[in-house]
Nanobody
Framework: QLQLVQSGGGLVQPGGSLRLSCAAAPGFTLDYYAIGWFRQAPGQEREGVAAISSSGGSTDYAESVMGRFLVTRDNAKNTVYLHMDNLKPEDTAIYYC??????????????????????????WGQGTQVTVSS
């Protein structure tokens, strides 16, 4: 069972930047997995943010973050990153990374306006809090 370990996050002022990391636990590899980023704000359902293919050659984003967020991966380091710029208070949420072999499925979930349940994606990280506030 793949284990994903997240780091990063915290408190930032509006307009600021943060970088989130999602790494495979020792003994696991992310090489063959597409990775998605999702977020869940208080009282809201989990929504897709971004996705990256296993090779890193394809990415996609929710409209709400397009042009502000960038998803990258370093397979040599077994890590995927979510770079977040120009953060807004409405970006405040718990952010989760998720992995699945089914790339098209994961991309659909990351772009969908419908909420994503835990059972929709094979593996999840533990989540990390991002708070955007002055």
């Amino acid at each position: 069972q793949l284990q994903l370990v997240q780091s990063g996050g915290g408190l930032v002022q509006p307009g600021g930047s943060l970088r989130l990391s999602c790494a495979a636990a020792p003994g696991f590899t992310l090489d063959y997995y597409a990775i998605g980023w999702f977020r869940q704000a208080p009282g809201q359902e989990r929504e897709g943010v971004a996705a990256i293919s296993s090779s890193g050659g394809s990415t996609d984003y929710a409209e709400s973050v397009m042009g502000r967020f960038l998803v990258t991966r370093d397979n040599a380091k077994n890590t995927v990153y979510l770079h977040m710029d120009n953060l807004k208070p409405e970006d405040t949420a718990i952010y989760y990374c998720a992995a699945d072999f089914q790339e098209a499925h994961l991309f659909r979930r990351a772009k969908s306006a419908s909420p994503t349940a835990e059972g929709d994606i094979a593996h999840w990280g533990q989540g990390t809090q991002v708070t955007v506030s002055s």
